[in-house]
């Protein structure tokens, strides 16, 4: 319980990008995203990272997301980090495109306007 504290605590505390990196890598990453986000703390979390995470940071979140997306649905606060993820593209489309070009779908219809 109190780790994640510490966790947001210290994502709060470290503006530069790059010194969440190593917080967010940690803990959103593969088994450790299971565990922490079946947590009803780690839950919140992980909902942390979401917004705090860059671009780049939320593309590696969200294919992890993906990768454990079975283990996730099933538990009751796994459930709220997809929920959390899927209200931060709006849809399942607007995920996908993400993950498929890197970027948003407005971040991609804009690099194509350009």
């Known amino acids: 319980v109190n780790g994640g504290h510490v966790v947001q605590k210290l994502l709060s505390m470290f503006t530069d990008p790059e010194d969440r990196?190593?917080?967010?890598?940690s803990a959103c990453r593969g088994k450790n995203l299971v565990n922490i986000a079946n947590d009803k703390q780690g839950c919140c979390m992980i909902q942390k990272c979401m917004d705090v995470a860059t671009p780049e940071q939320l593309h590696t979140m969200t294919r992890d997301v993906f990768r454990c997306f079975r283990h996730l649905i099933v538990d009751p606060f796994g459930n709220y980090v997809i929920q959390y993820f899927l209200d931060?593209?709006?849809?399942?489309?607007?995920?996908a495109r993400f993950l498929a070009n890197g970027k948003s779908g407005e971040e991609a219809a804009a690099t194509t306007h350009s």
Do not use: K, S
Not at 21 to 25: I, M, Q
Not at 88 to 95: D, F, K, S, T
């Open 88 to 95: 931060l593209y709006g849809n399942v489309v607007e995920a």
């Open 21 to 25: 990196d190593f917080l967010l890598r």
